[in-house]
């Protein structure tokens, strides 16, 4: 018996309000094989969750994410190509190479501008959120060596962003150089 082919694994990440459920969505759909793996549903899990943005969830953050890993990578070991949303700053990609560093791996930073992702989450969600959406906004701002993969979410342009991601990840652009984890 042979082994399937190996998918790939896309972390669409950014500020909460930036557009990843969206964007992984669509993009999720337009695969053969698609899958898309929403972090959140993780989070909902936890029977006595600790703000993620608190210092004192970092390792609650941690697990979550090692758990998301190992999940995509079992996925995309199957064939699956994995988009998987969630506010995965630089600083948890350690996390994820032990399950993926092997793999075809991706990174997708959505960008829309804070009163535009403030916005969003109250649409959704309520006023509650926005010193979080506050908070992860500014971890955002400064990717470093990671800036070439931004990509500008704007209000209204969701199947221009698809597009946009889509062209990059099949030219390769947006690949992650686990050597520099």
């Given at each position: ?9 896309v972390l669409v990440s950014g500020c909460p309000g930036c557009g990843k459920t969206s964007l992984s969505a669509v993009l999720a759909k337009r695969e053969a094989l ?148």
């Amino acid at each position: 018996m042979s082994a399937p082919p190996t998918g790939k694994v896309v972390l669409v990440s950014g500020c909460p309000g930036c557009g990843k459920t969206s964007l992984s969505a669509v993009l999720a759909k337009r695969e053969a094989l698609g899958f898309h793996l929403v972090s959140d549903h993780y989070y909902e899990f936890v029977a006595h969750k600790i703000d993620p943005t608190k210092p004192e969830s970092r390792a609650q953050n941690e697990a979550i994410m090692r758990a998301l890993a190992a999940s995509s990578a079992e996925l995309a070991r199957s064939g699956y190509a994995v988009f998987l949303d969630g506010v995965i700053g630089p600083w948890m990609l350690p996390e994820y190479r032990p399950f993926l560093a092997e793999l075809p791996t991706h990174y997708v930073v959505l960008e829309a501008p804070e009163p535009d992702a403030l916005r969003r989450v109250r649409e959704r969600d309520g006023p509650g959120l926005s010193p979080i959406v506050r908070h992860m906004h500014r971890q955002f701002a400064d990717l470093g060596p990671f800036a070439g993969h931004a990509v500008a979410s704007p209000e209204g342009a969701l199947d221009a962003v698809a597009d946009e991601v889509a062209t990059r990840l099949a030219a390769g652009e947006l690949a992650l150089d686990w050597s520099r984890i």
